[in-house]
């Protein structure tokens, strides 16, 4: 087992190299998806919204928690990944078929017929991430985030300028469906071409036997979180229009880039980093609370940021079509500053319970969460989004106040870490507010640009004159991550 110096270098190294590649991600993401909305209607993103509740309901089945119980497990062996690697391909070609059958009856319910013609192909999904869910598994296992950061990196790079040209051409929604399943096919292709493990003919019954009770545990939360995280969308669409569920999901899927994109790199790395601490008390904490702090540094500015810009992004980048998003996106990204903070606790009590409190805790959530959308539903497509707001704060409170159970670091320590970040924060966001007001009318390019460019230099500025504790901790993993490269 690495001592604890040697893995914290690790993770450090880990989250430098993972972040690095989900920033290049986001960014290439960024243009393709600003590429390919100014060539597709808001009904063509409203129905790809649709397909994709039922795609991340299944994904939770195919998974059913076992690759984060091959995470946190001390010594897996070659009959437990064979086990895991046969559920996932036979459960997804069982739902590949299921979901192409209902497709049909999904489009006469909403009245878009071109919904079954998409569905069978985006649907191979499924069946493609089966394939590679081992081999990324064993690579988290081993912190090779190096080598994994690069196959994410270049599946990202393939599968942008396959939408781009697909969308240059006129295909439309097709470009949308060639994106997502040429990212996933080249992953996986790059997976098993740069892994060793391959499937044996082993007996390995009792793996998953053996590894059912967490797993199965996770899956009935991840499968809560799941159906909770798309049903506004499903209403949108059935409620109010195939349109206004475009501009929902437009306006979250732009958000989701920055904080996906941090909060994937920092999970997949601290989760077995943190499993590998669990039983040193002392350390935990240490590591519980950095991983706090550098987090809300990373995505508190990001957020902030881009509500202050807004308007100028929209205006500058997309089409007029796309303008009457702009409300959900400032909206939206409210939710940036509070989730991170859910993800984080939410992991300690993957690390340090059984799962029984996860899934507790989980239906607690989700009784809130009815209850919001209950309310908000009907009103119109904002109040869902500062519904999910609302909800997304709730999240993080309960998160935290269960995660105080399994460790020595209270609520109070926690806040008392990232209030720095929030007030510095704040701060920018004012700072970046009034100057935006005093060059309006230079043009929205020149604004744009020098707003994001005072953000950029006070925050950073006021980070190292005040030495900042979270600064100098992002500054020391920017040092290792370029020694180690």
């Known amino acids: 087992m690495a001592s604890n110096g040697e893995l914290g270098k690790r993770v450090a190294s880990g989250v430098a190299w993972s972040i690095s590649e989900k920033i290049g991600s986001a960014l290439l993401q960024i243009v393709v998806s600003i590429v390919v909305a100014n060539r597709v209607m808001p009904i063509d993103m409203g129905i790809i919204a649709v397909l994709a509740v039922f795609t991340a309901l299944a994904q939770v089945v195919v998974d059913s928690g076992f690759s984060q119980t091959l995470i946190r497990k001390s010594n897996p062996d070659q009959s437990d990944f064979n086990a895991v690697f046969r559920f996932n391909i036979i459960s997804s ?64 790079v393939i599968s942008g300028l396959l939408a781009i040209a697909m969308a240059l051409a006129g295909c439309g929604i097709w470009s949308l469906v060639g994106q997502r399943v040429s990212l996933m096919a080249t992953k996986a292709i790059l997976l098993w ?6 499937p044996k003919r082993v007996k390995c019954s009792e793996s998953l036997h053996q590894m059912a009770p967490y797993s199965l545990r996770l899956i009935g939360t991840d499968m809560i979180t799941a159906l909770y995280n798309n049903v506004a969308q499903l209403f949108i669409g059935t409620i109010y229009s195939g349109n206004a569920l475009g501009y929902f999901n437009q306006a979250q899927k732009l958000k989701d880039m920055p904080v996906n994109s941090t909060m994937q790199s920092i999970q997949s790395v601290t989760f077995p980093a943190l499993s590998k601490i669990s039983n040193d008390e002392e350390k935990f904490v240490v590591g519980y609370k950095r991983v706090m702090m550098i987090t809300a540094f990373i995505i508190f500015p990001i957020m902030a940021g881009l509500i202050a810009t807004a308007e ?39 690390v340090k319970s059984d799962g029984s409190i996860i899934l507790r805790l989980e239906i607690a959530k989700k009784v809130i969460m009815t209850i919001i959308f209950a309310i908000t539903i009907p009103w119109s497509v904002e109040a869902i989004a500062w519904g999910l707001v609302i909800m997304s704060i709730c999240e993080m409170a309960l998160n935290l106040a269960a995660a105080k159970r399994y460790t020595k670091c209270s609520v109070y320590s926690l806040i008392k870490t990232i209030l720095p970040v929030a007030i510095l924060t704040v701060a920018m966001y004012l700072i970046v507010m009034i100057t935006g007001a005093t060059v309006a009318d230079l043009g929205v390019a020149t604004s744009l640009t020098i707003k994001i460019c005072t953000g950029i230099i006070f925050y950073i500025l006021a980070a190292w004159l005040t030495r900042m504790q979270a600064f100098d901790e992002v500054r020391e993993i920017a040092k290792q991550f370029l020694a180690n490269k």
Request: net charge positive.
């Open 193 to 198: 071409w740069r892994s060793p493990w391959r």
């Open 312 to 350: 100028q992004f929209y205006t500058l980048l997309l089409k007029a079509e796309w303008h009457p998003a702009i409300p959900y996106f400032r909206t939206l990204c409210l939710i940036g500053l509070f989730y991170p903070m859910a993800a984080i606790a939410y992991n300690v009590l993957k």
């Open 93 to 156: 070609l069982a739902l590949y078929i299921i979901l192409t059958a209902i497709a049909p009856f999904v489009a006469d319910f909403y009245g878009w017929p071109m919904l079954a013609k998409v569905a069978p192909v985006l649907f191979l999904l499924l069946p493609l991430n089966a394939l590679c869910v081992i081999q990324n598994t064993i690579m988290v296992r081993e912190f090779r985030f190096a080598q994994l950061s690069t196959i994410l990196l270049s599946s990202s």
